[in-house]
């Protein structure tokens, strides 16, 4: 596996091969593309060049459209060519995938709406990943889902079913196993959750998110994103299950808030990794 963080600034470089040699010095392998597709065709083709020159795996583009489906026809033009924009980006810089989130079925994004689980949404949702495949026809990188706890795709089952409908070669798989914990049981039992989630989209998966996980106990349900060694969830195992599907897999560190953090984050699991024994590649 490719390891990576998702701090996709520039971490105070100057240059795109000083920002390269900073990520591979780190032990990285596997990196967020820093620009979008906004930006002039000579800086994001410098980026291209000091990812191959530095041995960096493009692991992912975000378009983070929240929508495929917005809610209005006034944001629906914006929110779509933006997606378009970005999966084409993805596809020219040879990135792994182009991650994206559906949203819920209101006004906040992250909300959670009982029409997110209407039938008539997810229908909607799957037309315009169609439109958006169909129409920029990528041929070097795959759209992606980040699955979420109540919005879909929100279990390996629902991703499944959601790829199925949407019936196109190049819509595959963003792992992000721990967001598709929604319930005690899912961590209680971490491994098998995990092996299920791998079993089901590991050979569709592209790129990998990594976080830890926790369980409050009060007298209601919490759980908690967690940094990485700060949770319940045997990390080891879901590099493990991450690598068996390919040793370049790329496997990004998220949800940090500086780089300081990111960098705290990258130093544990590199040493998990160093003390499990385990032979899962270095970030290399």
């Known amino acids: 596996m490719r390891l990576g963080i998702a701090s996709n600034k520039k971490a105070g470089t100057s240059s795109p091969n000083e920002w390269a040699a900073k990520y591979s010095g780190l032990g990285i392998g596997a990196v967020v593309f820093p620009l979008n597709s906004t930006n002039s065709d000579a800086e994001i083709d410098g980026y291209v060049r000091a990812c191959r020159d530095y ?104 991703y499944l079913d959601v790829l199925k409908r949407i019936d196109r070669p190049r819509v595959a798989v963003h792992m992000d196993a721990i967001n598709m914990i929604n319930s005690p049981e899912k961590l209680l039992f971490g491994r098998e959750f995990l092996d299920h989630c791998f079993e089901l989209l590991g050979p569709l998966t592209k790129s990998c998110h990594i976080k830890d996980i926790k369980l409050e106990i009060p007298l209601t349900v919490r759980l908690i994103e967690s940094p990485c060694g700060a949770g319940d969830l045997d990390l080891v195992h879901y590099l493990e299950l991450a690598h068996a599907v390919s040793p370049d897999m790329p496997v990004i560190i998220e949800h940090l808030n500086t780089f300081e953090e990111y960098l705290e984050s990258l130093r544990y699991v590199q040493k998990l990794v160093r003390d499990s024994g385990k032979d899962l590649g270095h970030g290399r």
């Open 55 to 158: 041995d960096l795996v493009i692991a992912e583009v975000g378009a983070w459209g929240h929508k495929p489906v917005p809610l209005t026809p006034e944001t629906m033009a914006d929110k779509m060519n933006w997606r378009k924009r970005q999966l084409e980006l993805a596809d020219y810089v040879g990135a792994e995938c182009c991650v994206d989130i559906t949203g819920a079925a209101g006004e906040v994004w992250t909300g959670g709406y009982r029409e997110n689980y209407d039938p008539e949404f997810q229908q909607a949702i799957v037309d315009g990943i169609r439109e958006i495949v169909d129409e920029v026809k990528p041929t070097h990188t795959f759209y992606t889902l980040e699955p979420m706890p109540w919005m879909i795709p929100h279990s390996p089952e629902n």
